[in-house]
Every structure is written in structure tokens, then in C-alpha cells.
């Protein structure tokens, strides 16, 4: 009877909860390998464990202590890049998401066809020509040119307003236009409908777009390793993979070690804002 039972649940439920065991460890794995890594005495990955033999600090002392290392600039620099470029993302964004979801103007329609064609293409294709561009400002205005990090946060603006627009927008269109007719006939001005009104209520979408794009500038390499060739101006992923990453050779359990320390704050903070994030990504695909 018992067995029967088993099954009947196993059939109904069991193979569910069977299922997303295997996902969790699936992707639990390689986190705690890293994890484990970080604190392992060990050469190379040829030789590595995910319970090492013998544990270490030498590459947490390497990264804290080390003059030649300055990680906590590159940290700071990181933190600095990815909170600027994401809040101006959303700033941007929020205006553009209200002008194309509550204004009516000539061209609105042609304007959103083109911010979605312009996403279908690859970032990469643009590198090219976002060096040079910025190459022969950096003659002109210094301060905003090649080498920046005011350059390289102006490149993070440009490279997702129109994805983040269009979700912001798919939002915007939830909330009913009745709002804005009553504030209009008390007074209101646009800027007060859309301060007072509309971004009160967009707030949980704009969570979701800032936790996305903060997360997404942060882990970024490529940009950040063509446009930064100062050492104290680096981030984290240019740093690390400068210092510590040659043609023959990889001091792995730094990498660890960073990977660590960088990926907690993101693992928190996806964590603290988990429901706003599933709440926002649900609510903001009803319309578009």
C-alpha cells in the first residue's frame, strides 16, 4: 500500500522535484568548485579538487596585500562604472519608455521598430568603430575620450537604452491612462504626471532593469579592456585577466579568489531583489 502510494506520488509530483534536484546541483557545481578553489594549495586546474587537500589564504592575502595588485581600486573602479552607467540607463530609459507609451508624435511607431531592429545586432560589430570614434575624441574633449571612465560609461548608455526602453514601455502600458486624465484635470503638468504618477508605479520594472544592467556592466571584459589601458583605472575582469592570465600560464586560484569576492555583492543583491525582479519581468510582458 505504501508503495503504491510512492508511485502515485512520484508519478504525479516526485519526478518534478527529482527534476529540479538535478538543475540545482547542475548549477551549484561550478560555483562550489570556485568557491572551493579559492582556498586550495594547488599549481594548476590539472590538479584541482572541489575538496582540495590542503586549504590557503595566500590568494585572498595576494589580492588584499599586494602593492603591485591594487584590487581594491579595481573593485572600486568596477562598483563606481556599473552603478552610474546603470542608474543612468534607467533614467534615460524611463524617459524614453514614457514618451513612447503616453506621448503621441509623429514617427513614435518608426522610432520603436528601429530601438528593436538596432538590438537584433550583435554589440560587437560596433567595437571597431566605437574606438575610433572615441580615439579622435579623446584629441577634443580628453576627459570623455578613449581611456576613461567617463567614455567607457557613455558606450555602457548607448549600448542598452533601447532593450531597457521597450521593457519599461511594455510596463507603462499596464497602468491605466485614466490616471493621467484625472491629474490632467487637476492641473498637472506631463513632468508631474510622470514624476508623481507614472514612475511611482514603474518602480518595480525599473528594479528589474537595474539589477540586469548593473549585473551585465559589471561581468563585462571586452569593452572595458579596449577602452581602459591605465592600471589604476581598470575593473576587476581587465585586471585580473591582465595580471594573472598570460599566453602559457594562469594563476587559477586567484582567479578563484576574485571570482569570489566579486561575485558575492552581485549573488546578494540578486538575492535581495529576487521577488521584485520575477514580479517586474511578469508584470511588464503583459503589453507591449
Not at 557613455?154 to 485614466?178: A, E, Q, R
Not at 538575492?271 to 511578469?282: D, H, V
Request: proline content about 3%; cysteine-free.
Amino acid at each position: 500500500m505504501e508503495i503504491s502510494k510512492f508511485n502515485n506520488w512520484f508519478k504525479e509530483f516526485g519526478w518534478r522535484h527529482l527534476v529540479a534536484l538535478i538543475f540545482v546541483v547542475f548549477a551549484i557545481y561550478p560555483i562550489l568548485y570556485v568557491l572551493t578553489n579559492s582556498f586550495a594549495d594547488f599549481a594548476n586546474l590539472t590538479n584541482s579538487k572541489l575538496i582540495p587537500d590542503s586549504l590557503t589564504l595566500k590568494h585572498y592575502k595576494l589580492l588584499s596585500g599586494n602593492p603591485l595588485v591594487p584590487y581594491s581600486d579595481w573593485l572600486y573602479n568596477t562598483y563606481k562604472i556599473s552603478i552610474i552607467a546603470a542608474f543612468f540607463n534607467v533614467f534615460l530609459g524611463t524617459l524614453a519608455a514614457y514618451a513612447f507609451s503616453r506621448l503621441q508624435f509623429k514617427g513614435r511607431r518608426a522610432s520603436l521598430l528601429t530601438l528593436v531592429i538596432v538590438q537584433m545586432f550583435p554589440s560587437f560589430l560596433a567595437f571597431v568603430a566605437i574606438y575610433l570614434l572615441f580615439f579622435q575624441i579623446s584629441d577634443v574633449i580628453p576627459i570623455m575620450g578613449l581611456g576613461t571612465h567617463f567614455g567607457l560609461i557613455l558606450v555602457y548608455l548607448g549600448g542598452s537604452i533601447g532593450f531597457n526602453s521597450w521593457l519599461i514601455k511594455g510596463f507603462m502600458d499596464t497602468i491605466s491612462p485614466s490616471l493621467d486624465e484625472a491629474a490632467k484635470v487637476d492641473g498637472a503638468s506631463e513632468f508631474q504626471i510622470f514624476s508623481k504618477i507614472i514612475a511611482p508605479l514603474t518602480r518595480p520594472i525599473l528594479i528589474v532593469i537595474f539589477v540586469i544592467t548593473f549585473i551585465g556592466i559589471y561581468s563585462d571584459y571586452i569593452l572595458a579592456a579596449i577602452f581602459l589601458k591605465d592600471k589604476n583605472l581598470w575593473t576587476v575582469a581587465v585586471g585580473i585577466n591582465t595580471v594573472f592570465v598570460d599566453d602559457f600560464n594562469a594563476d587559477w586560484g586567484v582567479i578563484a579568489a576574485s571570482s569570489v569576492i566579486a561575485a558575492t555583492p552581485i549573488a546578494m543583491l540578486f538575492i535581495f531583489f529576487q521577488k521584485q525582479i520575477t514580479g517586474g519581468l511578469t508584470a511588464g510582458s503583459v503589453k507591449g
